[in-house]
């Protein structure tokens, strides 16, 4: 298996543009989750999901936001509009229940 | 008090130092643990989990005191590979999901 594939590898877009993130799980995971990481606050959980359905939003930063998952083998994060406080790295991960987390190479984001 | 709690670093230690991190988690009904490894501007990717009778795993090793609420990993004979940020994960319980990630430990190994 290739792993969690994200894309973009990398985004700079403008204030008030809306971002979308792309995420395949590894086949046969059944938990999905996508995470931010700054520097500030390390990596905070956004959302995750179990069998394609969202659990537990809370961490969701606010309405701007917004995650998907419909289907097995891909889900979106958006951002609508972007803000420069966005801007960090997304990261989505997958576990199999029982196993560890695997994480994808992440989307650098850059709102300007 | 934060979910997760660890000691930001950075540790700078010489080639084979030994360095200990500790971590601290609030939730006293926590369920498992691990140590995720992170280098830089990488993913995070698990160096091990952490079991109630601690464990070793070559140079590393695991200590969980459910009591105190505290996680530990002893690296020995640091080698300068071992230059990353170590994440402390805690699931609270109630589901797989759900896993919490303290922010890090830096640790830099100098020759």
């Known amino acids: 298996d290739a792993g969690v594939i994200q894309s973009p590898r990398h985004e700079v877009t403008e204030m008030g543009q809306e971002v979308t993130l792309r995420c395949k799980p590894i086949s046969g995971h059944d938990y999905l989750f996508w995470y931010r990481q700054t520097m500030m606050r390390g990596l905070e959980l956004l959302i995750y999901f179990n069998n394609n359905v969202p659990i537990d939003d809370s961490g969701m930063p606010e309405d701007r936001f917004s995650a998907k998952m419909p289907n097995a083998s891909f889900s979106t994060l958006k951002i609508q509009p972007s803000e420069p406080r966005d801007s960090a790295v997304y990261f989505c991960?997958?576990?199999?229940?029982?196993?560890?987390?695997?994480f994808g190479q992440g989307t650098r984001l850059t709102v300007v | 008090r934060k979910e997760v709690e660890q000691d930001p670093g950075p540790f700078n230690v010489p080639e084979g130092a030994t360095v200990a991190f500790n971590c601290t988690y609030s939730n006293s009904a926590s369920q498992s643990f691990f140590w995720y490894r992170q280098d830089c501007r990488k993913e995070p990717k698990l160096l091990m989990s952490v079991y109630s009778s601690g464990n070793e795993d070559g140079r590393f090793t695991a200590q969980l005191n459910r009591a105190s609420q505290y996680i530990s990993l002893l690296i020995r004979d640091s080698k300068l590979s071992d230059s990353a940020t170590y994440l402390c994960?805690?699931?609270?319980?109630?589901?797989?999901?759900?896993?919490?990630f303290g922010k890090g430990t830096k640790l830099s190994v100098k020759p």
């Open positions: 994960v805690v699931n609270p319980g109630g589901s797989q999901g759900n896993l919490i």
């Open positions: 991960a997958s576990i199999k229940e029982g196993s560890e987390a695997f």
